[in-house]
Nanobody, 125 residues
Framework: QVQLVESGGGSVQAGGSLRLSCVASGLTDGNYWMAWFRQAADKERVGIGTIYIGGGTPFYADSVKGRFTLFQDNAKNTLYLEMNNLKPEDTAVYYC??????????????????WGQGTQVTVSS
């Protein structure tokens, strides 16, 4: 059974940083994609970054490119999202997602089968 558990959300002032973590269980062979999505109030859930855990270059949405970084610790089955220079528009619930293959654009939530419960990030101006 696949389970994704996020942590690390919180409140921060604009310009600050946060690091989110996503621990994956039930997916231990490295042959899967993981991603971070976010959903602001009254908006659709959108992808912000993805990486193939077996090895590869991460992909980022234009809105976070240069500010957010994905990195992994395979020994801990953990994917991290390092968020720097946070802006009020980054305020959202952040979700971790995973699947063994991408059948559509990684930016679309329907592409991923497994989801975490989400963690709130609030950025004040």
């Amino acid at each position: 059974q696949v389970q994704l558990v996020e942590s690390g959300g919180g409140s921060v002032q604009a310009g600050g940083s946060l690091r989110l973590s996503c621990v994956a269980s039930g997916l231990t062979d490295g042959n899967y994609w993981m991603a971070w999505f976010r959903q602001a109030a009254d908006k659709e859930r959108v992808g912000i970054g993805t990486i193939y855990i077996g090895g590869g270059t991460p992909f980022y949405a234009d809105s976070v490119k240069g500010r957010f970084t994905l990195f992994q610790d395979n020994a801990k089955n953990t994917l991290y999202l390092e968020m720097n220079n946070l802006k009020p528009e980054d305020t959202a619930v952040y979700y971790c997602a995973a699947d063994r293959q991408l059948r559509d654009s990684w930016l679309l939530p329907g592409t991923f089968k497994y989801w975490g419960q989400g963690t709130q990030v609030t950025v004040s101006s």
